[in-house]
């Protein structure tokens, strides 16, 4: 069962210095407080989860479903909701929120965000290609990807051939990333060295799912 994971903002990157005086270069992300919508439980869906808000939105961007979803709810409306498993319910209510404080006790968590887009790019920068070569009755066609389908039998190229297409723009999660110093009053956690997207890239935070022992510098 996964847990409960906060929604933020990158902010850029900057440095920190361990007690023993050394450099380490940090992501400074911009927490959102998470509010509790709806509480799910087993007898209503078969499974228990908490349903989450975040951000904020304008009551003329919303539809009329969300309209009257959020006035059932008694809550002020949310610009994203996600929901997550947990094993059990009873410390959640709806109207609760929870910020930066979860990871209190966290050394290392999950991150998730969106790569930076590139546009579309050949087989060489895509895929690391070598190419064909620079000489002997090759011409035009130096950093082509060369052949990709076969003979008449099969007589297609197959689906998932690394070809030339669209780079970056991608979900990614990277694991067990040390957190360095978190700021409470500001909402602000500093992640040890760099996370995917750019600036302003919204940043999904999570306990790290794996455990990971590290030699500690503090």
Sequence with gaps: ???IALIGKKIGMTREFYK????????????????VIDVISNDKRGYNAVQLGFGK???SKLSKAMKGFYSKK???PKKKLKEFRVNNTDSYKPGNEFGLEIFKDTKFVDVRSRTIGKGFAGAMKRHNFSGLRATHGVSISHRSHGSTGQNQDPGKVFKNKKMAGHMGDKLRTIQNIEIIKSDIEN???YLKGSIPGSK??????KKS???YFKINYD
Excluded: F, H, W, Y
């Design 200 to 205: 302003n890239t919204e940043v999904l935070i």
């Design 1 to 3: 069962m996964t847990d």
């Design 187 to 189: 909402d602000l956690l």
């Design 74 to 76: 008694n809550t002020e």
């Design 57 to 59: 939105i304008k009551n």
């Design 20 to 35: 023993s005086g050394q450099s380490v270069p940090v992501t400074v992300i911009k927490m959102e407080k998470a509010r």
């Design 209 to 211: 799912s794996k455990k």
